[in-house]
């Protein structure tokens, strides 16, 4: 595409979680959620991805988006499955293709680890996000585009 960038996606590394949890911070706030510190979430960040479940991508130079993806067993094939746990670009940045790259990345990482299902959620407000997700061919209907609409319910315990 001309005239837009192409973007670099890449896990993190170490030195990347104080800027990742930056961006999570910044994601949290520009929402009005409480958030920890950015210290205690590149901490936090760092004890998942150890743990072996939790890859965190980021894009862009500063890096200016990031895609969280947290790995399981899956109950019903003997493959995994990924949740985006979390997913976010500057705001400046958005509509410019980093948020597609970093959905691209997700979807290519979530593949070569094996996982044969990602699912998200977003807010009903969100429709630039909504948009990009149908765009990439991620529906929020049961069994298919006629079925049902599926909700995603959290409780906070």
Request: glycine letters at 10%; charged letters at 25%.
């Amino acid at each position: 595409m001309r005239g837009r960038p192409q973007w670099h996606v890449r896990s993190a590394e170490t030195a990347d979680l104080p800027a990742a949890a930056r961006l999570l911070h910044d994601f949290n706030a520009e929402f009005d959620d409480l958030t920890p510190a950015p210290t205690e979430i590149a901490a936090r960040l760092e004890v998942l991805i150890a743990a072996g479940d939790t890859v965190v991508l980021v894009g862009g130079a500063g890096p200016d988006g990031l895609a969280v993806l947290r790995l399981r067993p899956n109950l019903w094939t003997p493959r995994l499955e990924c949740y985006l746990a979390e997913f976010y670009v500057r705001p400046p940045l958005r509509g410019g293709g980093l948020g597609r790259a970093l959905l691209e990345a997700t979807l290519a990482h979530a593949r070569a680890v094996g996982a044969d299902r990602i699912e998200l959620g977003t807010s009903q407000d969100d429709v630039a996000a909504m948009a990009l997700y149908e765009s990439m061919g991620f529906i929020n209907r049961e069994g298919g585009p006629d079925g049902p609409v599926m909700y995603v319910y959290e409780l906070d315990l």
